[in-house]
């Protein structure tokens, strides 16, 4: 404690929200090669070598647009709104572990017990972005991207907790290192290959998870507004819902939003089901700061390819209609997320210690 | 024949006039398919589209579907058919002498009058004095011009053509006007007595 930790902690800060903004970057540029190649395009490939400059070029055209400000706004929530947008996608990667350790300092930057609790506290503020934002615009397809944005969290954001319970019954903890320390000595918690794999009891209790991860990455492309469930933006019938009023850098806030809560999404389901930056075969940061960086680089990667399943989804699916999604909301997800948590508490009863 | 033919028709027609007229009076009720248990379910569609989303992907990838001509890399020119009409241009004969004789018979059919044509005369002790005229001013507008070849298909002298070239630019008006210099350099040279009124040109 002391001076060591508030500098160690500051550094880890400003790296994590580099990567991550880097990351929102490279996923709007990835966004788009993936969805060029899905469809036979070929994508931005003309800024750089293989267009990777693409994300410099687009932040400065943003910059460089008007800032258009519509005279019927209500001009202080429509400005707070995008930067609310952007908020909680960022502040809910400070519980995730993204690393073993780095020369002897844990590599999450607020370890606290809570951890998924946090999460979702955080993780729901972001809607407010969108509902203030579709509010304050004071339009007609702008506050319909609203209400649906709200309703749609309300039915998904239930799903999402009840998702996540067998991982807590299983664990025991609700501290998202305890999780990843459990996943290293008995193996991910949807494919238990590590440790004493052979052991009929692990892969049942696997079933019961694999269900759970299911339920609770769709809860996730919902609450983060991807397709299929991206009825608050919906382009052909709200021709773009909540941003419609926004222009240049505050449009870009939207954007970015969207994009780091799908980089946050998709580092808790790595952190839940895929054992975090644990690899099979790569000892952790006490045995050389090599491998600290190597467990980094690990999670990273698992992250980027959740972030590839998000936008292959995406460029998959066609939009569910307003009332099929509520339907499966709170018809399917709700009741499946249920009686998940009985038969793993069930296993667990049975479970020989 | 005639006749069944034609009774026949009636006939149609009275069914598809009382059909639109059912139409029009009962609403149709389109029956819901009946899904069987894997329909309903809905995941063994989406696994499927996401198979098929993938092959996509993955061909893309190893540079398997090619689809896309990357155009400033890659070109039409070498598979650009004898006809194509391109930007036109002025062309010389083996001599190097140009073809035009300023007659203005281009610059009458133009439908958007994008040829401007300044003729000056030829002095009498000219070897060629009999051809009369030479255009000593040449424009054409490439804003304006349609490429529809009407100033190809006029001509009498067989002076100009629509060559293949395709991607004219520039930066101001002033560039987009092609004059006489400009002409020539993109019309070359024409070999031979050129048949114009070949199936092709």
New interface residues.
């Given amino acids: 404690m002391g001076s060591f930790f508030i500098i160690t902690s500051l550094l880890k800060i400003v790296g994590i929200l580099a990567v991550i903004l880097t990351m929102v970057s490279y996923a709007v540029y990835a966004e788009r090669r993936v969805s060029a190649f899905i469809q036979d395009r070929l994508g931005p490939n003309r800024v750089g070598p293989a267009g990777l400059l693409q994300p410099i070029a687009d932040m400065f055209k943003l910059l460089l647009k008007e800032d258009y400000t519509p005279r019927s706004v209500n001009t202080f929530y429509y400005w707070l709104a995008p930067c609310l947008a952007v908020m909680p996608a960022i502040i809910t990667i400070a519980v995730v572990p993204f690393g073993s350790t780095l020369f002897g300092v844990p590599m999450v930057i607020a370890d606290v017990n809570v951890g998924i609790l946090f999460v979702f506290a955080i993780a729901s503020l972001g809607v407010y972005g969108i509902v203030i934002g579709g509010w304050a615009s004071n339009s007609k397809y702008p506050f319909l991207g609203g209400i649906r944005s709200s309703a749609q969290m309300l039915s998904y954001e239930l799903s999402l907790g009840l998702a996540v319970i067998p991982v807590f019954l299983v664990v025991g903890n609700l501290r998202l290192t305890s999780v990843v320390r459990y996943q290293i000595d008995q193996g991910w918690f949807i494919a238990p290959f590590v440790g004493d794999w052979t052991d009929p009891w692990k892969w049942l209790l696997a079933i019961p998870m694999v269900i759970s991860f299911l339920v609770f990455m769709i809860a996730i492309f919902a609450e983060t507004n991807r397709l299929p469930f991206d009825l608050p933006e919906a382009e052909q019938e709200l021709a773009g819902g909540y941003n419609i009023e926004y222009s240049s850098m505050k449009f870009a806030l939207y954007f970015l939003g969207e994009y780091a809560a799908m980089i946050t999404g998709s580092a808790v389901i790595v952190t839940l089901f895929f054992g975090g930056w644990h690899f099979p075969g790569i000892p952790d940061g006490s045995r050389g700061w090599i491998f600290g960086l190597i467990n980094v680089a690990v999670f990273f990667a698992k992250v980027a390819v959740m972030i590839f399943v998000f936008m292959w989804v995406r460029w998959t699916l066609p939009r569910f209609r307003w009332d099929q999604l509520m339907r499966l909301g709170w018809l399917f997800f709700f009741e499946i997320a249920l009686v998940n948590i009985f038969i793993v508490a069930g296993l667990m009863a049975l479970l020989p210690k | 024949m005639v006749g069944q033919i034609s009774s026949f028709t009636l006939h149609h027609c009275f069914v598809i006039g009382h059909l639109s007229l059912v139409i029009l009076t009962m609403a149709i009720t389109v029956p819901r398919p009946t899904l069987n248990w894997r329909e309903r379910l809905y995941l063994p569609a989406?696994v499927a589209?996401?198979a098929?989303?993938?092959k996509?992907?993955k061909n893309?990838?190893l540079g398997r579907?090619k689809?896309?001509m990357?155009y400033p890399e890659q070109k039409w020119d070498s598979s650009l058919p004898d006809h194509y009409r391109g930007a036109p241009a002025l062309v010389r004969d083996e001599d190097g002498r140009v073809r035009c004789v300023a007659c203005q018979l281009c610059e009458f059919i133009c439908p958007p009058r994008a040829i401007k044509i300044i003729p000056g005369e030829i002095p009498t002790a000219d070897r060629f004095a009999k051809v009369e005229k030479y255009p000593e001013q040449f424009d054409i507008d490439m804003i304006r011009c349609i490429f529809c070849g009407m100033c190809e298909e006029v001509c009498p002298e067989q002076a100009i053509f629509l060559r293949k070239d395709y991607a004219i630019t520039g930066f101001t008006r002033a560039d987009m006007m092609h004059h006489k210099e400009k002409l020539l350099e993109i019309g070359g040279i024409m070999h031979g007595v050129v048949l114009k009124w070949n199936e092709r040109k």
């Fill in positions: 989406i589209g996401l098929i989303t993938f996509h992907f893309m990838l579907t689809v896309t990357q």
